[in-house]
């Protein structure tokens, strides 16, 4: 069964640093694509990026380019989103999700909810 | 960049109607696009991929067509758990745009 687990709720300070983690089990992880998407309070879903495990190769969406990171672990089937300096505007529910056998994202993490707030 | 715009960005509906929500991009995309259910406080769900392939352990009551720039999503027979907001996304060439959302709530 496919899964993925991400790391829990965070609260933080305005220019504190973050990395939360998306640890995936059940299948190959190294050849299917893990994407981020960012939900903010009763807001839509807005896709950050995405990540191919096997060769770390990494797209962002216009909006997040430059703001976060994404990378992975091969070695623990583990992708990562960081921030260097987080704003109050980075409070969001983040998900990690793989993309799907044919298309689409087919697999969702349970989220992780971000707070930022002095 | 391309853009993913839907319609209505909500409505409401009686249990038993047929629902159709439109989904349209900014740039011919062919038949890469994919739909999702969020259901209030929940995660995401891959209802349809290809524009109209229903994700294996989805209700048939879902149904995809279109091509290019113009999708649409029906809901035939609307049940209670389809309370939800749905949204159309654009993958395979990077950025894998969401659009906006369509809210479906019960009259």
């Known amino acids: 069964e496919v899964q993925l687990v991400q790391s829990g709720a965070e609260v933080k300070k305005p220019g504190e640093s973050l990395k939360i983690s998306c640890k995936a089990s059940?299948?190959?992880?190294?050849?299917?694509?893990i994407a981020w998407v960012r939900q903010m309070p009763g807001k839509g879903l807005e896709w950050m990026g995405i990540?191919?495990?096997?060769?770390?190769?990494?797209r962002y969406g216009p909006s997040f380019e430059g703001l976060v990171t994404i990378s992975a672990d091969k070695s623990i089937t583990t992708a990562y989103l960081q921030w260097d300096s987080l704003k109050p505007s980075d409070s969001a529910m983040y998900y990690c999700a793989r993309a799907g056998e044919s298309g689409g994202v087919s697999n969702w993490g349970q989220g992780t909810l971000v707070t930022v707030s002095s | 960049d391309l853009q993913m715009t839907q319609s209505p960005s909500s409505l409401s509906a009686s249990v038993g109607d047929r629902v159709t929500i439109s989904c349209r991009a900014s740039q011919g995309i062919s038949d890469f696009l994919a739909w999702y259910q969020q259901r209030p406080g929940k995660v995401p769900k891959l209802l349809i991929y290809?524009?109209?392939t229903l994700q294996s352990g989805v209700s048939s009551r879902f149904s995809g067509s279109g091509s290019d720039t113009y999708f649409t999503l029906t809901i035939s027979n609307l049940q209670p758990e389809d309370v939800a907001t749905y949204y159309c996304?654009?993958?395979?060439?990077?950025?894998?745009?969401f659009g906006p959302g369509t809210k479906v709530e019960l009259k």
């Open positions: 990540i191919y495990p096997d060769d770390s190769d990494t």
């Open positions: 996304q654009r993958y395979g060439s990077a950025p894998w745009t």
């Open positions: 290809g524009a109209s």
């Open positions: 059940g299948y190959t992880f190294s050849t299917y694509w």
